[in-house]
């Protein structure tokens, strides 16, 4: 006799008690691809939960989540509030992309979307879109209620700067 050589991880175990190492990376990999849609489930869920907290109202609200975009469909009572339903959702940790799905039963004109840089106010922000800086209130006014104070934005979130009649 001497010393014969394996590979210790080749084969199924003795008597086939157990798995090889690759039906147990195969199991892993499914149960985290199933947790992953559970998460993703899980964070739709809560979003819609916060619109209707925001009382933004859209009828057959649903959110699907996929990897980093947001699917969103239903029926928005205006444009406003479609535009604020994609805001909230686009701002939320983990999401890159919504594709708006949404349908409007009052049809107004779309606003613009601007995402805040570094040293970015309401101000400097309502100066390059209105030409007048005072103007700020009417940008916080419509990212209400995910606005509560004027002075509160940061880099990278995304704001409406809705049309105004001059």
């Not at 406003?80 to 983990?94: M, Q, Y």
Request: glycine letters at 6%.
């Amino acid at each position: 006799m001497g010393i014969f050589s394996f590979i210790k991880n080749a084969g199924a175990k003795v008597f086939g008690i157990g798995k090889t190492d690759a039906e147990e990376a195969a199991e892993a990999a499914a149960a985290a691809a199933e947790a992953k849609l559970k998460a993703e489930a899980t964070a739709a869920s809560n979003l819609e939960e916060t619109v209707r907290d925001l009382q933004l109202e859209v009828e057959n609200l649903n959110i699907h989540i996929a990897n980093d975009t947001a699917t969103i469909t239903g029926a928005a009572y205006d444009q406003a509030t479609k535009e604020k339903v994609v805001l909230v959702v686009g701002n939320s940790a983990g999401i890159a992309t919504v594709d708006d799905q949404m349908t409007v039963e009052n049809v107004e004109p779309e606003a613009k979307f601007h995402t805040v840089e570094s040293g970015d106010t309401l101000g400097k922000i309502a100066k390059t879109y209105y030409g007048n800086a005072m103007k700020y209130p009417v940008i916080f006014e419509a990212n209400k209620p995910m606005l509560k104070d004027p002075d509160l934005i940061y880099p990278g979130q995304v704001l409406r700067i809705p049309h105004i009649e001059e």
